[in-house]
């Protein structure tokens, strides 16, 4: 049982992840929401919470925290992490994002009726570009999730990967949201955009619309770019390997 827990609780973490963060953005963007409109401030702070939810509890399964693939990634590059491994844990991870997409559905189940535009539904789900540049929508994804693992890595290497490490890694991705989120929506996180755009396909959702699938590989090959890089840099400027 002890050999599968880190990927139980990457699944549970990272569909915590998904309730609450893509939650928030249903809740701001559904019609008849208490939280309509709440904006992009109440967007960015209730992801950087879902960061630290997640964190925790796949943490406290047994995992290791990353709910996200790039985190495997970068262990294969740079802490020699098997392959294989790293593949269970994204298909944990990706497995658990749409268990969370899934949840939202059910917990907004009133309001999809409710809200009569397809992409305010489908963007409760996944992102989208606010300017359609496929060149620029890619830089965007991998410097955002350069800054992720960079950074990420630094706080762990000064000693704190302990109790602080969940809510400094929320504060971090509460930065990226509102220095760099706002042109592609801040994937960061192939899982967290794969994962329910694939429930946005298959859930019976009142009156949805596409999934943009044209778009969907900006938020996959974006951040593994980018995190390769960040865990390279890291490696050699921040851990000294």
């Given at each position: 049982?002890?050999?599968v827990?880190?990927?139980?609780?990457?699944?549970?973490?990272?569909?915590v992840?998904?309730?609450?963060g893509n939650?928030v953005?249903?809740?701001?963007?559904?019609n008849?929401?208490?939280?309509?409109?709440?904006?992009?401030?109440?967007i960015?702070?209730?992801?950087?919470?879902?960061?630290m939810?997640?964190?925790?509890?796949?943490?406290?399964?047994?995992?290791?925290?990353?709910i996200?693939?790039?985190?495997?990634?970068?262990?294969?590059l740079?802490?020699?992490?098997?392959?294989d491994?790293?593949?269970?844990?994204?298909?944990?991870?990706?497995?658990?994002?749409?268990?969370g997409?899934?949840?939202?559905?059910?917990h907004?189940?009133?309001?999809w009726?409710?809200?009569p535009?397809?992409?305010?539904?489908r963007?409760?789900?996944?992102?989208?570009?606010?300017?359609?540049h496929?060149p620029?929508?890619?830089?965007?994804?991998?410097?955002a999730?350069?800054?992720?693992?960079?950074?990420?890595?630094a706080?762990?290497?000064?000693?704190?990967?302990?109790?602080l490490?969940?809510?400094?890694?929320?504060?971090?991705?509460?930065?990226?949201?509102?220095?760099?989120?706002?042109?592609?929506?801040?994937?960061?996180?192939?899982?967290?955009?794969l994962g329910?755009?694939?429930?946005?396909?298959?859930?019976?959702i009142?009156?949805?619309?596409?999934?943009?699938?044209?778009?969907?590989?900006?938020p996959?090959?974006g951040p593994?770019?980018g995190?390769?890089a960040?865990?390279?840099?890291?490696a050699k400027?921040?851990?000294?390997?």
């Open positions: 049982m002890n050999d827990l880190p990927f139980i609780g990457e699944f549970i973490g990272t569909a992840l998904i309730l609450l939650g953005v249903a809740g701001a963007l559904l008849k929401s208490k939280a309509q409109n709440a904006g992009w401030m109440a960015t702070a209730g992801w950087a919470f879902a960061v939810a997640g964190v925790y509890t796949a943490k406290a399964v047994g995992a290791p925290g990353y996200n693939p790039v985190g495997p990634l970068a262990a294969v740079t802490a020699g992490l098997q392959v491994k790293a593949l269970m844990f994204a298909a944990a991870e990706i497995a658990g994002a749409f268990v997409a899934t949840l939202v559905w059910l907004y189940f009133p309001h009726a409710e809200t535009d397809p992409e305010l539904k963007a409760c789900y996944c992102t989208a570009p606010a300017i359609r496929l620029a929508n890619v830089f965007g994804e991998a410097l999730t350069f800054v992720l693992v960079f950074v990420g890595t706080i762990v290497e000064k000693g704190i990967n302990g109790a490490a969940a809510p400094l890694g929320g504060a971090l991705v509460w930065g990226i949201g509102l220095g760099l989120g706002a042109t592609t929506g801040y994937a960061i996180n192939p899982a967290r955009d329910p755009r694939l429930a946005h396909a298959i859930l019976p009142t009156g949805k619309g596409g999934g943009d699938w044209g778009y969907a590989w900006v996959i090959v593994f770019v995190a390769a960040g865990a390279l840099a890291a400027l921040v851990t000294g390997a």
